[in-house]
């Protein structure tokens, strides 16, 4: 098992700004390309990325943490071990995906490349 990179996802109402600041002001290439339904943006690293997205009645506001693995089914099996509940998987977009909430209610979820 093994930790490949991190997603830290952000819907709000800021999300223009945010984007408008890593794009503009930082530099940073924005690979999200617009496809009218979602509206936002995505800075991706080697393996790691940052997400930020509209609010909308289809995306709430929220922060979530994806952690990105080498095998989610390996991972979920790990977790289940030391008590936290797990909910999944959910296969979408090319992924197997577990999720969970952290302690301080945040959302997380661990996914890994369908093979």
């Known amino acids: 098992?093994?930790?490949?990179g991190y997603r830290h996802?952000?819907?709000s109402e800021e999300s223009e700004q945010m984007v408008d600041f890593f794009e503009n002001k930082l530099g940073l290439?924005?690979?999200?390309?617009?496809?009218?339904?979602?509206s936002g943006?995505?800075?991706?690293?080697e393996n790691?990325?940052?997400e930020f997205?509209?609010?909308s009645e289809d995306m709430p506001e929220m922060t979530m943490l994806q952690l990105i693995v080498d095998d989610a089914d390996e991972f979920a099996d790990r977790i289940k071990t030391s008590g936290v509940e797990l909910y999944g998987p959910v296969e979408e977009r090319?992924?197997?995906i577990y999720s969970m909430t952290a302690p301080?209610?945040?959302p997380v979820t661990i996914q890994s490349s369908i093979k």
């Not at 098992?1 to 490949?4: F, G, N, R, S, V």
């Not at 943006?41 to 690293?45: H, I, L």
């Open 1 to 4: 098992m093994k930790l490949l």
């Open 29 to 38: 290439a924005n690979s999200w390309i617009e496809t009218g339904k979602y």
């Open 41 to 45: 943006g995505v800075f991706k690293s």
């Open 9 to 11: 996802v952000t819907v």
């Open 94 to 96: 090319g992924e197997k």
């Open 104 to 106: 301080n209610r945040m």
């Open 53 to 55: 997205w509209s609010k």
């Open 48 to 50: 790691s990325w940052l």
